[in-house]
Structures are given as structure tokens and as C-alpha cells.
């Protein structure tokens, strides 16, 4: 073989290596693409998940929930109370019921990724009043 | 003049390409597997905890539902024993009254939450107190022999 045909040959496979390492490559960053969202949103709701279990906790024990939520950082925003965290955000709502013998309090405290909720734990009490028999 | 050799024989770079995105594709596998197994559990795990807190949730809903039947029985009765006569005619159902002992179990796959609530005597600005209230997990039945 020629040495020039030779570096032709060469120069031409060269070429097809690139071409189909760019349409791998391509294929390979969309798979790493989606396996880091979908690790992101695996931290992301383990750690609502553990922090959303704090905070319903903590509700659920105390009389004066709003101190407790400023203590964590929450800030009210029309009915909710929402905290941003590193890569997602925590809401907490309140709903109270009134009953004949009481009320029931119920705090819903939800972990949320832009709009997708990944967690919500409703934390309910009832608070039995006082009735003269 | 001597002239340049080249080093790169004839299909040399074909197999470096192939090598090279065998391997990219073995880790971009065990990357997506990973992560795919990591969101699963954390899902699954997530799903499990919303639903004790739900559990919770009724199991305080029935008791406030209990509640109001203690204050209705609580009318018009004196002494324990009457009371107690009383609250067992109106009880919500699913409920069980063992001497002065209320038990009901909120049910969840293999999973129930114990509850048990003491009856405090009418009159006292508590109605109940909380005894129990846990939760039990059911083995699953082994389907298999060694």
C-alpha cells in the first residue's frame, strides 16, 4: 500500500471515530443528565423527609407553634409558612376543626422541589376544651 | 529529507473508540442504576413515613370522635359506673371498652397502630389519657423452606 492512500485510509476512519464518539457522547451526557436530577431529587426529599419529620414533631408538641417556625427560619407568606432549603423548600400549613369537644389542630408540613411535592406529613392534635357536665 | 512514519496503524483508533465508549456506557449504567435504586428507596421511605404520620392523624381524629361521646355520656351521670355504662352504648365503632380502657387499632398493610386511651373519672377537665399508641409491624409469613 501506498504510503499516502495509507494516510488517507487513516484520515477517514479518524473522521468516522470522531463522528460516532460525538453520538455516543451526546447519548452518555443525557444519561448523566437524568441520573443527576434524579439523585438530586433522592437527597432532596431524604432530607425534607428528615427535616419536615423535625418540624412535625416539634408542632405537635408545642403551644406556641409560630415561635417554633420562626425558630427554624420560616417566614409567613399569605397562609403558609415556607422555609427555603439547599435545593428544595418547606411549606407548612395550618387547619384548624372545630369538633363538639374540642379542636382539632392539624399542621401540614410538606417538602417541595419547584412545584413537585415530595412529602407531606400532616401532624394533628386535638385539643379536648374544658365542658361543664 | 526524511519522512514522517505514522504511529496509528489501520483500525488502531476503531478499537480505542470502542473501548473507550464500552466503558463510558458500563459507568453511565451503574451511574443511572444508582441513582434509579437511591430515588426508590428514598421514595418508598418517604411514602412509608407519610403514611404513619396519616395513621397519627387519624387515630387523633377518633379520638376527638370519642371525645365528644365522653362529653354527652358525661351528662347526667354520676359516679364511674355509670358512665362507663353509658360511654359503652355510645361507642364509635371499632372501638373496644375494657374497664375504664378504650382500644382501637388503625390498620396499614402489615403495619397497625395500637391505640389505648384511660377514661378519666366525668367531671375532671381531662376526659382521657393516652396509654398506648404504637406502632406494631406484622412479620410477613415465610412462603419458603430451606
Given at each position: 500500500m501506498k504510503e499516502g492512500s495509507r494516510a488517507n485510509a487513516l484520515l477517514v476512519e479518524l473522521l468516522l471515530v470522531i463522528f460516532f464518539f460525538m453520538i455516543s457522547a451526546a447519548i452518555l451526557v443525557q444519561v448523566y443528565g437524568d441520573a443527576k436530577l434524579k439523585s438530586r431529587t433522592a437527597h432532596a426529599t431524604n432530607y425534607s423527609m428528615i427535616e419536615a419529620q423535625n418540624i412535625a414533631e416539634d408542632l405537635y408538641g408545642s403551644d406556641d407553634p409560630d415561635a417554633v417556625l420562626a425558630e427554624y427560619g420560616f417566614t409567613a407568606e399569605g397562609d403558609a409558612w415556607v422555609l427555603q432549603k439547599d435545593g428544595y423548600k418547606l411549606q407548612v400549613t395550618l387547619k384548624n376543626e372545630e369538633t363538639e369537644s374540642g379542636t382539632l389542630r392539624t399542621y401540614n408540613v410538606s417538602g417541595m422541589e419547584k412545584d413537585q411535592v415530595l412529602i407531606n406529613l400532616p401532624s394533628t392534635r386535638f385539643i379536648p376544651k374544658e365542658v361543664s357536665p | 529529507m526524511n519522512k514522517r512514519k505514522v504511529a496509528l496503524g489501520p483500525g488502531a483508533a476503531s478499537l480505542i473508540l470502542i473501548v473507550v465508549v464500552l466503558s463510558l456506557c458500563m459507568m453511565a449504567m451503574l451511574t443511572q442504576i444508582s441513582a434509579r435504586n437511591d430515588y426508590n428507596l428514598c421514595k418508598r421511605s418517604a411514602d412509608m413515613v407519610q403514611r404513619v404520620y396519616e395513621l397519627n392523624a387519624q387515630s387523633e381524629q377518633k379520638l376527638a370522635e370519642l371525645d365528644a361521646v365522653l362529653v354527652s355520656a358525661q351528662k347526667d351521670v354520676s359516679g364511674m359506673d355509670a358512665y362507663l355504662a353509658k360511654v359503652a352504648e355510645k361507642l364509635p365503632e371499632g372501638m373496644t371498652l375494657d374497664k375504664d380502657r378504650i382500644t382501637w387499632t388503625e390498620p396499614l398493610d402489615n403495619r397497625n397502630l395500637e391505640c389505648i386511651v384511660q377514661l378519666l373519672p366525668p367531671?375532671?377537665?381531662?376526659r382521657t389519657k393516652w396509654i398506648s399508641h404504637k406502632l406494631v409491624v406484622d412479620e410477613p409469613e415465610e412462603d419458603w423452606e430451606w
Open positions: - | 367531671g375532671e377537665k381531662q
